[in-house]
């Protein structure tokens, strides 16, 4: 079993930046690949974002592509989403998950889940 633990989120204007990083124990993280999801009030859980084990591979949901990008540190077991010119509708709860194989395919494929940090932008 992983634990994955976030860290990084906060309060921003639109337009800002903001790190999101998760740290992975437990289960080997360098052969699975690393999710980024988010949830907002009221609203389901909506993947975000992708990597494969590798970080050869990446995967964005349309509306933070050109924003966001994923990355991991398989030495630091480690995986970072920065996110830049961020926008009101950014807001929610972020989540890290750790999926059951080397690559992304679904966003049901993901297992472990770590415990969200919160990220606000204001107008």
């Known amino acids: 079993q992983v634990q994955l633990v976030e860290s990084g989120g906060g309060l921003v204007q639109a337009g800002g930046s903001l790190r999101l990083s998760c740290a992975a124990s437990g289960r080997t993280f360098s052969i699975y690949s690393m999710g980024w999801f988010r949830q907002a009030p009221g609203k389901e859980r909506e993947f975000v974002a992708a990597i494969s084990w590798s970080g050869g591979t990446k995967h964005y949901v349309d509306s933070v592509k050109g924003r966001f990008t994923i990355s991991r540190d398989n030495a630091k077991n480690t995986v970072t989403l920065q996110m830049s010119s961020l926008k009101p509708e950014d807001t929610a709860v972020y989540y890290c998950?750790?999926?059951?194989?080397?690559?992304?395919?679904?966003?049901?494929?993901?297992?472990?889940w770590g415990q969200g940090t919160q990220v606000t932008v204001s107008s």
């Open positions: 998950a750790q999926s059951g194989s080397r690559y992304y395919t679904s966003p049901t494929d993901f297992r472990s």
